[in-house]
């Protein structure tokens, strides 16, 4: 069972570590991180294409896709599925910083290789990557990407 805690976990993590006032949520479901990252003073904007979602918020429905005009200083994904990866080549294509919290791979690949795949692909796109835990039950390993100071 996933841990109800998580959106506030991360939404605290996310305000604690990062000064971006504007932040995207991909695969963001029905918005209850959105909504979490909103009470904290942050706009925040989420993408999925389920058309249930709480009221209220900036959801759009559809997938992200490399070439949306960039409105966002930092972009995450919290067990975002099939759509961890394009988070991570968004970020290094628009030069933000992304945290992640991977989940299910989107090719069959195990946990602790899906998490150094991610890694390794930030990384082979000019970013540098570090790892941490959220303290929650479940998959709750980080890979946060910064790109290096040039």
């Given at each position: ?34 909504q979490a990252l909103t009470v904290r003073g942050r706009q925040c904007t989420t993408f999925d294409v389920r058309w249930k979602h709480l009221p209220g918020l900036d959801y759009r429905e559809q997938l992200l896709e490399l070439d949306e005009p960039c409105a966002c200083d930092l ?76």
């Amino acid at each position: 069972m996933a841990d109800l805690a998580r959106f506030d976990l991360l939404a605290d993590f996310l305000v604690q570590q990062f000064a971006a006032p504007r932040i995207w949520d991909v695969a963001g479901g029905m918005g209850k991180l959105n909504q979490a990252l909103t009470v904290r003073g942050r706009q925040c904007t989420t993408f999925d294409v389920r058309w249930k979602h709480l009221p209220g918020l900036d959801y759009r429905e559809q997938l992200l896709e490399l070439d949306e005009p960039c409105a966002c200083d930092l972009i995450v994904g919290l067990h975002a599925d099939g759509a961890t990866r394009i988070i991570v080549e968004y970020a290094a294509h628009h030069q933000l910083p992304f945290v992640i919290v991977p989940c299910c791979s989107d090719n069959s690949m195990p946990y602790k290789p899906w998490l150094r795949h991610l890694a390794e692909l930030a990384q082979s796109l000019g970013m540098t990557t570090r790892q941490r835990d959220l303290p929650m039950r479940g998959r709750c390993t980080m890979i946060i990407g910064e790109h290096k100071p040039q």
